[in-house]
Protein backbone atom coordinates (compact mmCIF):
# COMPACT_ATOMS: atom_id res chain seq x y z
CA UNK A 1 0.00 0.00 0.00
CA UNK A 2 1.72 3.17 -0.90
CA UNK A 3 -0.56 5.88 1.12
CA UNK A 4 0.33 8.83 2.56
CA UNK A 5 -1.04 8.88 6.19
CA UNK A 6 0.99 11.27 7.38
CA UNK A 7 4.16 11.23 10.29
CA UNK A 8 2.19 8.69 12.70
CA UNK A 9 1.70 5.73 10.58
CA UNK A 10 0.64 3.06 13.45
CA UNK A 11 2.02 -0.56 12.82
CA UNK A 12 0.12 -3.83 11.27
CA UNK A 13 -1.16 -5.88 13.80
CA UNK A 14 -2.01 -9.21 12.51
CA UNK A 15 -5.32 -10.71 14.40
CA UNK A 16 -4.94 -13.33 16.38
CA UNK A 17 -6.78 -15.92 18.24
CA UNK A 18 -9.86 -14.36 18.79
CA UNK A 19 -10.37 -12.98 15.52
CA UNK A 20 -12.80 -16.25 14.42
CA UNK A 21 -14.29 -15.85 17.24
CA UNK A 22 -15.58 -12.30 16.43
CA UNK A 23 -16.38 -13.79 12.76
CA UNK A 24 -18.62 -16.47 14.86
CA UNK A 25 -20.12 -13.53 16.90
CA UNK A 26 -20.53 -11.58 13.44
CA UNK A 27 -22.02 -14.41 11.80
CA UNK A 28 -24.78 -15.64 14.53
CA UNK A 29 -25.59 -11.72 15.56
CA UNK A 30 -26.22 -11.26 11.42
CA UNK A 31 -28.52 -14.36 11.12
CA UNK A 32 -30.76 -13.31 13.85
CA UNK A 33 -31.38 -9.97 12.22
CA UNK A 34 -32.22 -11.59 8.93
CA UNK A 35 -34.66 -13.96 11.20
CA UNK A 36 -36.28 -11.00 11.73
CA UNK A 37 -36.76 -9.51 8.54
CA UNK A 38 -33.73 -7.59 8.12
CA UNK A 39 -31.30 -6.54 5.25
CA UNK A 40 -27.88 -7.27 6.83
CA UNK A 41 -24.48 -7.14 5.16
CA UNK A 42 -20.98 -8.97 7.26
CA UNK A 43 -17.72 -6.72 6.10
CA UNK A 44 -14.84 -9.06 6.31
CA UNK A 45 -11.70 -6.63 6.44
CA UNK A 46 -8.58 -7.13 5.66
CA UNK A 47 -6.53 -4.56 8.10
CA UNK A 48 -7.68 -3.19 10.87
CA UNK A 49 -5.94 -0.68 12.96
CA UNK A 50 -6.63 2.42 15.21
CA UNK A 51 -4.92 5.45 13.34
CA UNK A 52 -4.37 9.24 13.90
CA UNK A 53 -2.92 11.25 11.29
CA UNK A 54 -3.33 14.33 9.47
CA UNK A 55 -6.32 12.90 7.18
CA UNK A 56 -8.36 10.64 9.62
CA UNK A 57 -8.23 9.59 13.17
CA UNK A 58 -10.36 6.72 14.17
CA UNK A 59 -10.66 2.95 13.19
CA UNK A 60 -9.90 2.21 10.02
CA UNK A 61 -10.59 -0.84 8.15
CA UNK A 62 -9.67 -1.63 4.57
CA UNK A 63 -11.96 -4.13 2.83
CA UNK A 64 -12.77 -6.06 -0.27
CA UNK A 65 -13.79 -4.07 -3.43
CA UNK A 66 -16.96 -6.06 -3.81
CA UNK A 67 -18.19 -5.66 0.04
CA UNK A 68 -16.85 -1.90 -0.07
CA UNK A 69 -19.04 -1.43 -3.20
CA UNK A 70 -21.86 -3.15 -1.30
CA UNK A 71 -21.52 -1.42 2.09
CA UNK A 72 -21.78 2.20 -0.16
CA UNK A 73 -24.65 1.12 -1.85
CA UNK A 74 -26.51 0.67 1.47
CA UNK A 75 -24.85 3.73 2.70
CA UNK A 76 -26.16 5.70 -0.28
CA UNK A 77 -29.99 5.25 0.35
CA UNK A 78 -30.37 4.72 4.21
CA UNK A 79 -29.81 6.36 7.36
CA UNK A 80 -27.52 4.66 9.92
CA UNK A 81 -28.10 6.76 13.23
CA UNK A 82 -27.73 3.87 15.92
CA UNK A 83 -24.82 1.76 16.54
CA UNK A 84 -24.21 -1.61 18.94
CA UNK A 85 -20.67 -2.12 19.57
CA UNK A 86 -19.56 -5.56 21.43
CA UNK A 87 -16.24 -5.50 22.96
CA UNK A 88 -13.61 -8.04 24.04
CA UNK A 89 -9.65 -8.24 25.44
CA UNK A 90 -7.50 -10.98 24.62
CA UNK A 91 -4.44 -11.68 22.75
CA UNK A 92 -3.35 -8.37 24.01
CA UNK A 93 -5.72 -6.70 21.48
CA UNK A 94 -9.21 -5.09 21.43
CA UNK A 95 -11.97 -6.83 19.34
CA UNK A 96 -14.94 -5.34 18.49
CA UNK A 97 -18.30 -5.77 16.27
CA UNK A 98 -19.93 -2.58 15.45
CA UNK A 99 -23.04 -2.96 14.01
CA UNK A 100 -24.23 -0.16 12.27
CA UNK A 101 -27.95 0.18 12.18
CA UNK A 102 -30.56 1.64 10.25
CA UNK A 103 -34.02 1.70 11.75
CA UNK A 104 -36.31 2.54 9.51
CA UNK A 105 -35.19 0.44 6.76
CA UNK A 106 -34.28 -2.28 8.99
CA UNK A 107 -30.50 -2.81 7.75
CA UNK A 108 -27.48 -3.71 9.82
CA UNK A 109 -24.46 -3.68 8.49
CA UNK A 110 -21.25 -5.60 10.80
CA UNK A 111 -17.82 -4.80 11.12
CA UNK A 112 -15.32 -6.52 12.66
CA UNK A 113 -12.30 -4.90 13.62
CA UNK A 114 -9.21 -5.35 15.86
CA UNK A 115 -6.40 -3.01 17.38
CA UNK A 116 -3.60 -3.14 19.73
CA UNK A 117 -4.14 -0.60 22.57
CA UNK A 118 -0.36 -0.93 23.60
CA UNK A 119 0.69 0.69 20.08
CA UNK A 120 -2.30 3.16 20.30
CA UNK A 121 -2.25 5.43 23.40
CA UNK A 122 -1.67 8.40 21.86
CA UNK A 123 -4.35 7.73 19.46
CA UNK A 124 -7.30 6.59 22.10
CA UNK A 125 -6.50 9.97 24.24
CA UNK A 126 -6.97 11.63 20.96
CA UNK A 127 -10.34 10.38 20.47
CA UNK A 128 -11.21 10.61 24.49
CA UNK A 129 -10.14 13.74 24.06
CA UNK A 130 -12.26 14.39 21.14
CA UNK A 131 -15.26 13.00 22.15
CA UNK A 132 -16.07 11.16 19.07
CA UNK A 133 -14.80 8.08 17.20
CA UNK A 134 -14.90 7.83 12.98
CA UNK A 135 -15.32 4.60 11.61
CA UNK A 136 -13.62 4.39 8.55
CA UNK A 137 -14.57 1.43 6.25
CA UNK A 138 -12.23 1.99 2.93
CA UNK A 139 -10.79 0.05 0.00
CA UNK A 140 -6.95 0.35 -1.08
CA UNK A 141 -7.84 3.16 -3.59
CA UNK A 142 -8.96 5.06 -0.32
CA UNK A 143 -12.59 5.41 -1.09
CA UNK A 144 -13.96 5.62 2.26
CA UNK A 145 -17.48 5.37 3.92
CA UNK A 146 -17.51 6.93 7.04
CA UNK A 147 -19.62 6.25 10.42
CA UNK A 148 -18.92 9.07 13.14
CA UNK A 149 -20.47 8.07 17.12
CA UNK A 150 -20.55 10.89 19.27
CA UNK A 151 -19.31 8.01 22.08
CA UNK A 152 -16.07 6.31 21.97
CA UNK A 153 -16.48 4.28 25.00
CA UNK A 154 -17.84 1.48 23.60
CA UNK A 155 -14.90 0.88 20.83
CA UNK A 156 -12.30 1.73 23.67
CA UNK A 157 -10.68 -0.52 26.43
CA UNK A 158 -11.51 1.01 29.99
CA UNK A 159 -8.26 2.62 29.85
CA UNK A 160 -5.47 3.70 28.41
CA UNK A 161 -2.59 0.67 28.52
Not at 6 to 14: A, K
Not at 132 to 147: E, G, K, M, P
Request: with cysteine; charged share 30%; glycine share 6%.
Amino acid sequence: MNESAGDDVPTNVQAGDGWPAVIEDMEATATEYRERGWTTLELHPGDSVLIDSDRRTGLDVVLPGPEFEELKSLVDDRQFRDVKVFRAKGDELVYVLVVEVAPESETAVFVPAYYDPSQAAETLESIREAGAIRLFCRRLNDDTVRFVHNDPSPFLPESVE
